[in-house]
């Protein structure tokens, strides 16, 4: 993910159709940064209960559109799953709302097939501003 792409595919369907342009531009960020730290814990009490794996993901960017953050983050946990491909990336990097053809032979939203991460569990922890744009 990290790196100037068009994140078309994971930004929320409403800001798609509302921020569609000739070139496409709008969706265009630069993300300098994607970090993912995993750490697995046990039940101390009960030893016998699955374990647990809590992550942090940290992202930087020259901003972000909504529900973009969810989507990346649902996008790498199904990966982690085997849900998904990391090859998906690139096709949904690239593409821009490609349509698909799923094994009924229907027709389907590349975006679509991306799944948003529950609200609950993320947290904004820091936003950072350059001073120039306040002078």
């Known amino acids: 993910f990290v ?3 068009d994140f078309v595919n994971f930004v929320h369907k409403e800001d798609r159709k509302k921020m569609d342009t000739a070139d496409g531009s709008d969706h265009v960020i630069d993300l300098f940064e994607f970090k993912v730290e995993t ?13 647990v794996m809590n992550a942090t993901f940290t992202l930087n ?17 199904d990966a982690a799953r085997g849900e998904r491909s ?7 990097l ?3 709302q490609l349509a698909d053809v799923d094994s009924s032979g ?3 939203d590349l975006a679509s097939t991306v799944n948003a991460a529950p609200a609950c569990g993320l947290c904004l922890a820091n936003v950072e ?7």
């Open 39 to 51: 750490k697995s814990e046990t039940e101390e009490d009960d030893p016998s209960l699955p374990l």
């Open 106 to 108: 229907s027709s389907i």
């Open 129 to 135: 501003y350059e001073h120039s744009n306040f002078l």
């Open 94 to 96: 690239l593409e821009k």
């Open 3 to 5: 790196g100037r792409h």
């Open 86 to 92: 990391v090859d998906d990336v690139s096709v949904l």
């Open 61 to 77: 960017a020259k901003g972000f559109h909504r529900q973009m953050i969810r989507n990346l983050v649902g996008f790498v946990v």
